[in-house]
């Protein structure tokens, strides 16, 4: 009799505005036994969840679980990157963009059924100054934004609505030189949005046409943010039409490079990056498996 696939969920206490559940007891209630082995493990500080992967990988793990958001799934999937090992997910953040990219079911129950019994995908990675990203990276005000909604003290769309509504006041735009596709832009970056998905999470959908699997990454350019344009913005984000709004322009590539008159901060998966003046961006396709 064939051994049953081993799976390790890593659980990332701190993740989502809902922490008083008990995580541990709810997976192992809902674990198909009869079909897998697992075990769970949680993450104690910042970066734990990439090593805990790349240790899980290492001890023959078919698949390893990110319990938590989008910054969790990105330690996992860093840790997983160049392994025999999958990237499963069960969300719980604040966005889950990967989660609802892949049409993971957002309740824990049905994310862990799922992952019991998954099909074997392989994804496209981005990489912004050789950190890798499996969803979206950006520069500017997004990116100013995370920064501020870290320091916030509370999550949640609510709080994050909030944080970038007190920011757009102040946020000015930034010269930048974009290259790419044998070109070279003059522009200024309000938003430089990298989209290896379609959406940075909460359905608020960046690059709608963008395919986790086609070797592009999708560009979005917002050179600037005046009142009339933000509203258009903001109804194409939750409608899924920016592209057709007139309030952004798009393009794809596999290879970007970028130079701002002063430091521009970045974030990766929406967590914050810091700050650089050159970014290089780049994709390597289908260099992760996922279970979906």
């Known amino acids: 009799m064939p051994a049953k696939p081993r ?18 007891a709810l997976i192992t209630r809902h674990v198909d036994t009869a079909a897998v082995d697992h075990e769970i493990r949680l993450t104690q500080y910042a970066g734990h969840a990439e090593e805990l992967a790349r240790q899980a990988a290492a001890e023959g793990f078919r ?32 966005g889950n963009g990967l989660a609802r990219h892949l049409r993971i079911p957002l309740t824990l129950p049905a994310a862990v059924q799922r992952v019991c019994a998954p099909d074997f995908q392989r994804i496209d990675v981005g990489h912004i100054n050789g950190r890798a990203f499996f969803c979206t990276a950006g520069l500017g005000f997004d990116a100013h934004v995370s920064k501020c909604f870290a320091q916030a003290g509370t999550r949640g769309l609510s709080t ?12 000015r735009p930034t010269p930048i030189t974009v290259a790419l596709n044998g070109q070279t832009l003059q522009t200024d970056c309000y938003v430089l949005a990298f989209a290896n998905a379609a959406q940075y999470g909460n359905n608020a959908y960046i690059a709608p046409l963008a395919d986790i699997r ?64 050159e970014f290089e961006v780049a994709l390597t396709p289908l260099a992760l498996e996922v279970a979906v």
């Open 7 to 24: 799976i390790c969920f890593l659980i990332n206490p701190m993740s989502g505005t809902n922490r008083r559940q008990d995580v541990p």
């Open 63 to 94: 698949t390893v679980v990110a319990v938590g958001g989008d910054g969790t799934v990105n330690e996992v999937g860093r840790g997983l990157l160049g392994t025999a090992t999958a990237l499963g997910v069960v969300p719980r953040g604040s």
């Open 160 to 171: 994050y609505v909030k944080v970038a509504l007190r920011e757009y006041r102040h946020y």
């Open 214 to 277: 086609d070797g592009l990454l999708d560009l979005c350019l917002i050179d600037s943010l005046p009142v009339v344009r933000a509203v258009r913005v903001g109804l194409g984000l939750a409608l899924g039409n920016l592209p057709t709004s007139g309030a952004a322009v798009f393009h794809t590539s596999s290879h970007i490079r970028v130079r701002a008159a002063t430091p521009l901060g970045f974030h990766i998966d929406g967590d914050y990056g810091g700050e650089a003046r």
